[in-house]
C-alpha cells in the first residue's frame, strides 16, 4: 500500500529581542541596538550636534568696493545671498570641522538691518551607530572696514603706476568716445584715481600689471605711441631690493573723424595712390582715409604715421553749411554698401538770396543727400591753408587738378533748438577735476563737445553699435508716453530717431518705485 508523502511546515520560532527600558524615560526599547540604553527621542533630547559651534559671527565688508574680508588679509568679491558669500560665512565659523556638514541656505532678513542669518543642516555619529542630524541658525553682523586698496585710494601719492592718455587738438571728442570704450569693457575698473588735465585724462594705478593691462587696451582701441619712463623711490642696500614708479605716456593720433587732411605724397602713392587730399571717416585702430572725388579707401597704420607724422588741414569747426541744388548719382557705391558716389550742385546758404554763386563737385554721400537737404562741408577755394604738405600738392601738376572746391563732409539736421530731453542716454566716468574748477568758457566749450558727440552718436549707426547705449530714467510717465519721447522736439522730424529696443536697461540707478 503506498502512502503519498506531504511535507510538513513546522513553526519558526522567532528569536526573541531583549528588550530593555531606557535609562531616561522608562519606554521600553530594543537592547541590541540601543545606544547608551536611551531611546530615540531621549538621544535627541540629551545630545547636541552643533555643541561647539558659534551662534553669532561678524562679517567685515568695504563699502566702496563692496568687497568682503576673508581672514586673514585677503578681500573677495561676492553678492549678496551667493555661492562665495556662504561658504566665506560658513569658514567664519569655529567647529564645523567636527561635524558633517549636509545643508547651507540664507534665511530672509531686511535689507537695512545689517544682518545676514544662515540655516545649516549638521550630522554627527552621538553614540556608535546613531548619529543624529540637526539643523540650526547662525546669525552674522556686517561691519563696514576699508580694504587697504581703497584706503590707497584716498591717499595722495600712493599710486605705483599711471597711464597719461593725451591728444593735441582743440575738442574732447576723441576722449568721449574713448570714455565709452573704457565703461562698455570695463577698462579702468583698476584705477584707483582718475584725473582730468588740460589735454587729456591720468589714470592712477596701485599696480605695474594693471597700468600695462590698461595700455593693451589702449593699443587694441585706438592709435597711440606709448612711452614708458620710472622713476626710483628707494632702495634696501642690504638686500638689493627696489621699489619704482612707472609712467606711461599714451599719445593718441592728431586726426579726428570727419577732419580735411593732406597726405604726404610719398605716403598717398604707398597706401594704394590715393588722392592726397582725403577726409577721414573713421578712426579705430588705424585711420580710415576716403577719396569723395571716387570713393577710394585707405588705411593708415598706426606705426606708419608715426613713422612721418603730418596734421589736419582743418576740422569740424570750420565746416559751412551749403544746400544740395541738384544731385545726380554715378552708380559705383563702396564695399559695404554705405557711401554711394554722386555729382551734386551746392550752394552756401549764407549765399541764398545775395549771389547766384554755385560750386559742382562729387561726393560720397549719394545715398543720403537729395535735392533741398542741408550738408555740412569744407569749402577749398578761396581759403589759406599755414600747410607744409598742401603747398606740396598745388605745386605738383598730378595732384593739383585733383584738389577740388568743396568737400561735402556730412548730411545737416537742422534742428530747432537744443534737445532738453533725450530717450536715451551715456553713462559717464567719475573723474578728479584737480583744485581748480574750469572757468565758464571752458566749461561751455566742454558741453558743446558733449553735444557734438551725442548728435554724431544719433547720426551714425555704425559707431553706435561700438557704444552701450542706456533707457533714459523719465519718472512719472506712462510706458506709450516715454515711447513716443524722441530725440528732438516735434518740429525736428528729420533728425535720426534710436530705436528703444536696442536701448540697455540700467540696473544700477533703479530704484523700488521704477517699472521695468
Known sequence: MEVDSMPISLPVQEKASATILCCNCGAPIDGTVAAGALCYDCVK?????????????????C????????PPSQWVTAAMESRELLAL??????????????????????????RIKVKITVQQEAFEGAIIQQTFEVEYVVAYQQCPDCQKSYTANVWRASVQVRQKVPHKRTFLYLEQLMLKHGAHRDAINIKEVHDGIDFFFSQRNHAEKFVDFLNSSVPVRVKKSQELISMDIHTSKKSYKFTYSAELVPICRDDLVALPIKLAKSIGNISPV????????????????????????TPIYWRAPFTNLTDVKD??????LDIEPLGPTSHNGRFVLAECTVARASDLGVNDKTYFCRTHLGSVLHAGD????????????????????????????????????????????????????LKRMAKDEGE?????????????????????????????QTLALYKAQQRKKQADEMSMVTTEDSGDE???????????????????NDQV
Not at 560658513?90 to 545689517?114: C, M, Q, Y
Not at 605745386?395 to 561735402?408: F, G, H, R, T
Request: net charge negative.
Open 45 to 61: 533630547l540629551t545630545v547636541d550636534a552643533s555643541e561647539g559651534i558659534q551662534r553669532e559671527g561678524v562679517l567685515h565688508t
Open 63 to 70: 563699502r566702496d568696493c563692496e568687497r568682503w574680508l576673508s
Open 89 to 114: 560665512c560658513l569658514r567664519k565659523l569655529r567647529g564645523l570641522n567636527k561635524v558633517r556638514i549636509i545643508d547651507a541656505s540664507f534665511l530672509w532678513t531686511e535689507p537695512h538691518s545689517r
Open 278 to 301: 582725403c577726409l577721414c571717416h573713421r578712426v579705430g585702430t588705424s585711420i580710415n582715409l576716403i577719396d569723395p572725388n571716387t570713393l577710394q579707401t585707405a588705411d593708415v597704420p
Open 319 to 324: 565746416l559751412v553749411e551749403f544746400v544740395v
Open 374 to 425: 542741408s550738408v555740412m562741408g569744407y569749402q577749398l577755394t578761396g581759403t589759406n591753408f599755414n600747410n607744409s604738405q598742401l603747398d606740396d600738392i598745388e605745386k605738383n601738376n598730378a595732384y593739383a587738378s585733383q584738389i577740388p572746391d568743396v568737400l561735402l563732409v556730412k548730411k545737416h539736421y537742422a534742428r530747432k533748438r537744443k534737445p532738453k530731453t533725450r530717450s536715451w542716454r
Open 436 to 464: 581748480l574748477l574750469p572757468k565758464k568758457a571752458d566749461q561751455d566749450r566742454m558741453d558743446a563737445d558733449y553735444e557734438m558727440f551725442l548728435r554724431d552718436v544719433e547720426e551714425d549707426p555704425e559707431l553706435r
Open 494 to 512: 528729420e533728425v535720426p530717431k534710436i530705436d528703444v529696443n536696442d536701448l540697455l536697461d540700467d540696473f544700477d540707478d533703479m530704484d523700488i
